[in-house]
Structure formats: structure tokens, C-alpha cells
Nanobody, 123 residues
Framework: QVQLIESGGGLVQTGGSLRLSCVAEGLTFTSFAMGWFRQARGKERESVAAINWSGEITDYADSVKGRFTISRDNTKNTVYLQMNSLTPDDTAVYYC????????????????WGQGTQVTVSS
């Protein structure tokens, strides 16, 4: 059974930084692409960042480019999201997701999801 366990959320002031972590269990981590998504209250879930199995391919939402960095440590079955220059618009529940990496680009959809971690940015 796949489990994705997020951590690192919290309350931060505008301009601050947070690093989210997601530990994956029950899967062969190097066979999976990983993604970070977020959902703000009253809004649809949106993709934030994604990374392929090796870390060589990444992609970001326009709203976070230059501020957020996705990375992974395959020795620790962990994917990270470093978030800098946070603004209140970044306030949301952040979810980690996994999808089998077929070796062509990044997934469009994801099969497995974590429970989410709350990020709140105060003004």
C-alpha cells in the first residue's frame, strides 16, 4: 500500500520560507515521478511543481517559478518543495502525489496522494 506522508507546513510571514517534505512508502521510489499540488480554500486544486524519477526533469506553475524548487533524494524516498518569498496567495493545503514514471516527460495525472499539509502565509 502506497503512503505519502507530507510534513513541513506551518505559519510564516510574507517573504518567509518553508521546506515541505514528502516521504513515500510502499513503492519503488525510483520508478515514480512526484508532484506537489495545492488547494486554497474555495479554489480548485492546482499543480505547483513536478519532478521525474531521476530529478533531471522538473516543471513549475508560472505562479511559483523562481520562488519554489522541487527536488528529491532517492536514497531517502523523499521529495522536497523549497518555498521562498512566500506571499498570502501561497496559502493552501499542499499535497504530495506519485505516479509511475514511463520515461517520457512528466505525468499528466497522479494515482497516489498524501493527506496534505497546511501552509499559511500571513500578511
Amino acid at each position: 500500500q502506497v503512503q505519502l506522508i507530507e510534513s513541513g507546513g506551518g505559519l510564516v510571514q510574507t517573504g518567509g520560507s518553508l521546506r515541505l517534505s514528502c516521504v513515500a512508502e510502499g513503492l519503488t521510489f525510483t520508478s515514480f515521478a512526484m508532484g506537489w499540488f495545492r488547494q486554497a480554500r474555495g479554489k480548485e486544486r492546482e499543480s505547483v511543481a513536478a519532478i521525474n524519477w531521476s530529478g533531471e526533469i522538473t516543471d513549475y506553475a508560472d505562479s511559483v517559478k523562481g520562488r519554489f524548487t522541487i527536488s528529491r533524494d532517492n536514497t531517502k524516498n523523499t521529495v522536497y518543495l523549497q518555498m521562498n518569498s512566500l506571499t498570502p496567495d501561497d496559502t493552501a493545503v499542499y499535497y504530495c502525489a506519485a505516479e509511475f514514471d514511463i520515461g517520457i516527460g512528466l505525468p499528466v495525472e497522479y494515482m497516489d496522494w498524501g493527506q496534505g499539509t497546511q501552509v499559511t502565509v500571513s500578511s
